[in-house]
């Protein structure tokens, strides 16, 4: 069985701090997802990383993918009360057909 | 295209009554999945179908759980007889596997059951 572990679990900060949430597992992936969960809505994707090493980056939001594919970061800098959320990260395997695993989730909060 | 839509968004029932949960994937996709979401126990795959075909329904908890997909374009969950500890957000996604397409999910709105 593949697990996804994120840390921290929570996390509350002020507006313009840098955080970095982390994504570990044992396992490899084939890709590696990151979502953002709003209050009463359904997970909404932010990134896929597909190859070891990748870096993406959306605005203030950094993702990277570890190089041996087991492993991912997000980094938002200068966060803002609008990054407040659920952040998932879900891991593919190809052979898996399209199911994903989720880890469990590192809910932020940021004060203004 | 209206994206995933679940029915309904609230559903509030009592201990040992009969619930159905209902949705509508992405027109195409041929990947359906059906979560459960709790503050203690995070984000659960209970089953998931590929062209209306149960895939691994590992996930799901119990006898008490069943669900089916019909067409491409409805699936249920039903739960039966409910519990209290059945009380969480169900979610239902889609995804395809066409060529050319990622492994991404789309989300439903979910649907939040309370079970008194």
């Known amino acids: 069985t593949q697990l996804l572990e994120q840390s921290p679990q929570f996390l509350s900060i002020q507006e313009g701090e840098n955080l970095t949430v982390y994504c570990n597992s044992s396992?490899?992936?084939?890709?590696l997802q990151w979502y953002r969960q709003e209050p009463g809505e359904g997970p909404v994707l932010l990134v896929t990383v597909v190859t070891g090493g990748e870096v993406k980056k959306l605005k203030r939001l950094t993702f990277q993918f570890g190089d041996a594919r087991k492993d991912s970061s997000l980094h938002i800098t200068a966060a803002q009360p609008g990054d407040t959320g659920l952040y998932l990260c879900?891991?593919?395997?190809?052979?898996?057909?399209?199911?994903?695993?989720f880890g469990g989730g590192t809910r932020l909060m940021v004060k203004p | 295209d209206a994206g995933v839509i679940q029915s309904p968004r609230h559903e509030v029932t009592e201990m040992g009554q009969e619930v159905t949960l209902r949705c509508k994937p992405i027109?195409?996709?041929?990947?359906l999945f059906w979560y459960r979401q709790t503050m203690m126990r995070g984000l659960e795959l209970l089953i998931y179908f590929n062209n209306n075909v149960p895939i691994d329904d590992s996930g799901m908890p119990e006898d008490r759980f069943s669900a089916k997909m019909p067409n491409a374009s409805f699936s249920t969950l039903k739960i039966q007889p409910s519990e209290p500890r059945d009380s969480a957000v169900y979610f239902c996604?889609?995804?395809?596997?066409?060529?050319?397409?990622?492994?991404?999910?789309?989300f439903g709105p979910g649907t939040r059951l309370t079970v008194l």
């Open positions: 996604a889609s995804s395809s596997r066409l060529a050319g397409a990622s492994d991404t999910q789309y």
């Open positions: 396992s490899v992936f084939s890709s």
């Open positions: 879900a891991g593919g395997n190809n052979n898996a057909g399209n199911m994903l695993t």
């Open positions: 027109s195409g996709h041929d990947y």
